[in-house]
Structure formats: structure tokens, C-alpha cells
T-cell receptor
Framework: DSGVTQTPKHLITATGQRVTLRCSPR?????VYWYQQSLDQGLQFLIQ???????AKGNILERFSAQQFPDLHSELNLSSLELGDSALYFC?????????????FGPGTRLTVL | GENVEQHPSTLSVQEGDSAVIKCTYS??????FPWYKQELGKRPQLIID?????GEKKDQRIAVTLNKTAKHFSLHITETQPEDSAVYFC????????????FGKGITLSVRP
């Protein structure tokens, strides 16, 4: 157990819908990272928040947004869902804002868009 | 941006043999190179990492080597065991704020008993 929690574990929804994925980082970690894992693309970095502020942005679609709250938990919002958004979404956390150390991954949320 | 490639995409070895997984990166500014292991249905976990100021790092049966000139780094697993079967991801980033960790697409390692 990494200490990072994600809810829900599974999510099944229809195209065009909107969903929210939630992540709680390890106690004391200030950075939260979101990744999308699909079979053909591997682990794709989406976005990083550090202590409530956006720190780095990766291949995140405009239909997706995220935020980190004062208690450091983070939410990833996916809207106007398409079939291709079906994937495993991981959240990871680390103590610092910069890379150069271990990222602790949560168990993931499996999103299925029908 | 950074581009990380892994070769081969799958690797099968006999238990007890060594396995070598190679990665190449494109951005010469990258100076941090972690390796993550992901077992089926589980989360990725860091197994070893290396910074560009060293050429090799070992931790029991695993080691990572880095060639900055050629921009490639490799994971070496000796005396492989069935529990080493997993997907291995290499990644690269620049240490510091506003950097992004770029992962390769992963290599599936199968250790035959």
C-alpha cells in the first residue's frame, strides 16, 4: 500500500457524460500527478499540482481539468467523454514539487466509456 | 519535448538467466532516470533510479547503467525469478520544478520457470 488512495476503483459511463476522479496523496506529500494508462500509449503524464497550484502540464485534453484543494486532495474532471477516454487513470504523489525522486502511485481508477 | 523509447517491447527469459531492458531518450537536459515495475492489475512501483552524475547503480539483483553520450540507459536483472514477470517502464525527466516525467511504453518481461 503506497498510502495514495483513489476513488472510485471502477467507473462505467456513457459517451458525452462527465465524471470526477478523486485522489488523496500520502500524508505530507505536496505534489499530485495524474497519468492516463491505455494499452497502446503506456503511461501518459497529464498534469501536476503542487501545494494547490498547477506546476506542470502534459498531454491533457481541453475536455479534462484538474484541481488540488487546500487539504491537498485532487480531483480530475473528464467531460464530453469519448470511447477513446477509456483507460486506467493513476494518481501519484511525492513530497516535493520537482522531479528527481520517487512518485508513489495510487491503485488507479478504471474508466470505461460505453 | 522528451521522447523515451524502450526496446524490446517484450522479453522472455528462463528463470535464473539475466534480463537487460534498454531505453533511449532524446532530451540532453534530462538528468533523472527511474525504472518502475507494474505487476498485472497493480500500480507502478519504483524499483531503482539513477541521476546523470553517476554511470551505474546497483540494488541487490537489479542495476541500472546510464550512457549520457549515447542517451541511453539500461535495466539489468540478474538471477531472474518468476516474480520478476511484470511490465517495466523507464522514464526520464529534468530534476527541478516544472519538469515532466516522460515514460516509455513499457516492456513486458516474462520469466519462464
Amino acid at each position: 500500500d503506497s498510502g495514495v488512495t483513489q476513488t472510485p476503483k471502477h467507473l462505467i459511463t456513457a459517451t458525452g457524460q462527465r465524471v470526477t476522479l478523486r485522489c488523496s496523496p500520502r500524508s505530507g506529500d505536496l505534489s499530485v500527478y495524474w497519468y492516463q494508462q491505455s494499452l497502446d500509449q503506456g503511461l501518459q503524464f497529464l498534469i501536476q499540482y503542487y501545494n494547490g497550484e498547477e506546476r506542470a502540464k502534459g498531454n491533457i485534453l481541453e475536455r479534462f481539468s484538474a484541481q488540488q484543494f487546500p487539504d491537498l486532495h485532487s480531483e480530475l474532471n473528464l467531460s464530453s467523454l469519448e470511447l477513446g477516454d477509456s483507460a486506467l487513470y493513476f494518481c501519484a504523489s511525492s513530497p516535493s514539487g520537482g522531479h528527481g525522486g520517487e512518485q508513489f502511485f495510487g491503485p488507479g481508477t478504471r474508466l470505461t466509456v460505453l | 519535448g522528451e521522447n523515451v523509447e524502450q526496446h524490446p517491447s517484450t522479453l522472455s527469459v528462463q528463470e535464473g538467466d539475466s534480463a537487460v531492458i534498454k531505453c533511449t531518450y532524446s532530451d540532453s537536459a534530462s538528468n533523472y532516470f527511474p525504472w518502475y515495475k507494474q505487476e498485472l492489475g497493480k500500480r507502478p512501483q519504483l524499483i531503482i533510479d539513477i541521476r546523470s552524475n553517476v554511470g551505474e547503480k546497483k540494488d541487490q539483483r537489479i542495476a541500472v547503467t546510464l550512457n549520457k553520450t549515447a542517451k541511453h540507459f539500461s535495466l539489468h536483472i540478474t538471477e531472474t525469478q518468476p516474480e520478476d514477470s511484470a511490465v517495466y517502464f523507464c522514464a526520464a525527466s529534468e530534476i527541478g520544478a516544472n519538469s515532466k516525467l516522460t515514460f516509455g511504453k513499457g516492456i513486458t518481461l516474462s520469466v519462464r520457470p
